[in-house]
């Protein structure tokens, strides 16, 4: 096995230092921590990289990232080329499998950091150890009589470093089984592990004779995990050591910062505290003043940390996945607002000095503030408006739950109607001493989703990732496209759809990699290039682009002629055309966002795009639909930029300077340390952007907006067309125009006055045949009411009107009300052609006097006909579909005026 030589130190305990509490290490504050231990292992030729974002990059197995490899897991597994071979971070982190015990225990949380140092390939278990117990003992200065080792029952390498090279008295080494400290994830790479506690001392003890390292008890503190990644697992039991051993340390920044800063837990800790007070402040209450409260403050800081960084990380509430999650914890924390007697929205607010004491590591929280408040302010306020209904709907439901279980049924009705969480209603009913039946709710959960999704199918790059990926191994395309649209090149590799052909004939689909392109490959938004890649005597039809995570590019098509095969010098040539009207559309969508936030806002943010040949598809983060006045302004704003014909110009730069030359990010992408900028003339806009653009705005030509709509919650859409595509939509218009004009025998120039005159003319005569069809029908009220049943002091009447509109029977109904004040009447207007009925409930004055109510008398009247409505006492409608049951619903009148 791998171990490099470096110079291994036997550490002596460090100066303690005494304070008012018996500290015994100096006080350091979260952020202070944070950054001792990137410099730290910075010293220690690490690369630090910045946080990944919560939201997987190409990792479709985790909904939110949760551990501070699980970005990194494409290193350890070689499927990517790490930046360096010792890399350090501090990653940020959701876990919520335990959200119901978030507040109610010391130790759960939904949000934490956590510390790491990698190694791939590089170091291993004597300079992990070695530089964990130096950062602990003389960065930290933790006394060393503080610390223990725990150790795999059988990694005796690993006591001999720890006792030999270390110093570490052997009566402070623990040794732990598999299920302790042997980390392993089914087939694939694993290895043993060595921990370090920290001893808190008797008295977070459980006083039992055993009481040391393993312990349930709160006293000895797992800080730090090294897992010495050494062995390759086939599932079976079989280890064979692997070539290259890997390092993956973690370590929790909030454990760590109670341990430095002795307090007993997470909440405890001096930026958690900060987001505490703040919510006291709020609620007028003491934090350790009243256990329940205590519970509630400790919630809604927690769940406040989550939501501030995932949406600063471009998570947007939904009804599932990730945006779900982001929506249970806002909601959690809103309704322990209540719990608190906190009546109006809070939480946007208590999201300041989240970031606030965060901005220091994380900058983006404060580039993006102004989205962050807003959208939690947006959905606070529209849970507020539904959680007394809601609150007041479980209230019934418990009251009628049978052997104190919630059905899942009446869980699923509240998540659906009032956006409660499932586990917001497990809350409510643990406070009452009821359960949930959550088996059900999930099964009805999952016939919602079947029933909203179509089955899709991720075509194009995913075919080729992993195992199945032919191209693995080859280096990273050159792209020239920047530059030219045609290219001589040379073939690397052929591959035919499903497995590897070194040559493809004529009709066969292949992909193919070259040494350097002129295609883009689909990434930012913007389709993949189409063209050609030919010889004197072979031509391939490239229908799409595509890289894998490797960077290499993939142009998969249909061969036309000749033979396709590998190591042909070929000339690649993009589809000029398509490629023009792409680059129109993508720098559009760059001056849309642009408009946008100047009309708008600074909380407008990219939340995905498309842009092809055909059109541009924005989404952006805002919270109401734009009107006439604001689209107008945003497309004259992006006509006016490009009429002006400003350069558009792109410029490689490290990321540090991009952000300060203003430059936007793409929502929760991850940058490397060199980004692309693209910006356009007289400060109109700024972005990171790795896609084609024009050279000029002019080069654009028009710009025309076909639609804006909702696509989620805060998420808005618009759809815009530049250039050709702006003329064609013109043409189709004009060609509308003509033959509407001719159809209605008149020119373009008349032809709103002519369909206003038409419309005219049309509402006239509706209203002429109203007036002779309610004048026919009310000719009929007299002979209804000598049908009339005399019923408990009441004149019922009832009837079926065959082809009647509502608003005849509701002239009908107004007339038996002048006739007779006992009359009860509901009659029913039946539209075959439409297959709807329309009940109109009609109550006399005197009718009143004895409480006949229309308004209840036609609901219970329409529900026999499967339909709904109410209304007034006086008179009230209600609709229903199922016709064969009208004289049923009709007959019922009588019965329940019986009752009255």
Known sequence: MFISNINIHTYNTPVLRAGKRGVIMKWTSLNEIREKYLAFFEEKEHLRVKSFPLIPQNDNSLLLINSGMAPMKKYFTGEVTPPSKRVTSCQKCIRTPDIERVGKTARHGTYFEMLGNFSFGDY???????????????????????LWVSIYLDDDEAFEIWTKEIGVSPERIVRLGKEDNFWEHGVGPCGPCSEIYFDRGEKYGCDEPGCTVGCDCDRFVEFWNLVFTQFDSDGKGNYTPLANPNIDTGMGLERLACIAQEVDNLFEVDTVQDIIRHISEYAGVAYKSDAK???????????????????????????????????????????????????????????????????????????????????????????????????????????????????????????????????????????????????????????????????????????????????????PTRFIGYDALVGETKILAVSGYGESADTVLPGENAALVLLESPFYAESGGQVGDRGIIKTSNMLFDVENTFKTEEGVYVHSGTLKEGVLSAGKTVIARVDKEIRLAVMRNHTAAHLLQAALRNTLGAHVQQAGQLVDGHRMRFDFTHFSALTKEELGNVEREINRNILSGLNVNSEEMPIDKAREKGAMALFGEKYGDVVRVVTVDGSVSAELCGGTHVRNTGEMGLFHILSENSVASGVRRIEAVTGYNVLGLLNSYHKILEQTSGTLKTNSENLGQKVRQILDESKEKDRKLEQLTTKLAAGRVEEILKQARDINGFKAVTAVLENTDPGAARGMCDRLRELSPDVVGVLAAVQKEKGTVTFAAVCGKAALEKRAHAGNLVREVAKIAGGSGGGRAESAMAGAKELSKINDALESVYTLLENI
């Open 124 to 146: 291993f278990k004597r300079e992990a150890a070695a530089w964990a117990w130096e950062f602990s003992t003389k960065v930290m200065e933790m006394p060393v009589d503080r």
């Open 293 to 475: 409260k205590d519970v509630s403050l400790r919630v809604i800081a927690d769940h406040i940390r989550s939501t501030t960084f995932m949406i600063g990380d471009g998570v947007l509430p939904s009804n599932e996945g990730r945006g779900y999650v982001l929506r249970r914890l806002l909601r959690r924390a809103a309704r322990h607002g209540r719990l608190l007697g906190i009546k109006d929205p809070f939480l946007s607010e208590i999201s300041k000095t989240v970031i606030k004491a965060n901005q220091s590591a994380y900058p983006e929280l404060t580039d993006k503030q102004e989205l962050i408040v807003k959208l939690i302010s947006v959905e606070e306020e529209s849970f507020n408006r539904t959680i007394d209904q809601g609150l007041q709907m479980l209230e019934d439901m418990m009251k009628t739950a049978k052997h104190s279980l919630l059905s899942g049924e009446d869980a699923f009705r509240l998540y659906d109607t009032f956006g409660f969480p499932v586990d917001l209603t497990k809350d409510i009913l643990e406070e009452n001493g009821l359960d949930v039946d959550l088996d059900a709710f999930e099964e009805l959960m999952k016939q919602q989703k079947e029933r909203a999704r179509g089955a899709r199918k991720d075509a194009g790059a995913d075919a080729w990732k992993g195992d199945s990926n032919p191209f693995q191994g080859l280096e």
